[in-house]
């Protein structure tokens, strides 16, 4: 016969048991539902916007399409209205320089004025040319996406520089703070937009 003691015990053991099965299933649950939110989360802060331009002008200049969305995401976070405090404009912020050097090695015609960096496929399609131009010119995608920030002549410049570069192709040191870190959101943008949309295809 059992005693009050013994069925004491086993009334503890029991209600142990099923505390450590409940805090078990509130962890999982809990695990996947911070999964579930995270990823919905990353996918609505990196979506793919303007997929069609992205897509065909990327192709044209021979450019992985997800640096574009990491650029634009990281440029203008997808604004094609917005203007930098230095005056850059739309979803690539390019500068009024830029943009008329870049129509002139497009060949568009002169009654195009800077107010076309507004407009979205425009944007992207002049865009999408300076990079190709950038990543052919430095055979570097990092060098190529600092020279987007900092200027083609700066990044020549550390290339040549010894301190800088240990054999003019590869920059070692990145000597501004702002584009080391512009280069460090690229890259961060890239890999999470890889991650997001390689895996799904």
Sequence with gaps: MISKQQRSKKKVLFS?????????????????LYSIIKERFLYFNY???????????AVENSVDKFLIYAIIKTESNFDPNAVSSVGARGLMQIMSDTFEWIRYRLGDNEDKTYDLMFDPEQNIRYGCYLVGY????FESNDAAICAYHAGIGKVDSWLQNSEYS????????????DTEYYLKKIKNALNIYNKLYTEEN
């Excluded at 979506?47 to 002008?57: C, G, N, R, S, W």
């Excluded at 950038?134 to 010119?137: G, R, Y």
């Excluded at 240990?166 to 703070?177: E, M, Q, T």
Aim: without cysteine; hydrophobic residues 50%; aromatic residues 6%.
């Design 47 to 57: 979506p793919v916007k303007y997929e069609e331009y992205i897509e065909k002008y």
């Design 16 to 32: 142990a048991t099923v505390l450590i099965l409940i805090a078990l299933i509130i962890a999982v649950v809990g695990s996947t």
């Design 166 to 177: 240990d054999d003019g192709k590869k920059l070692n040191i990145i000597p501004i703070s």
């Design 134 to 137: 950038l990543i052919k010119h």
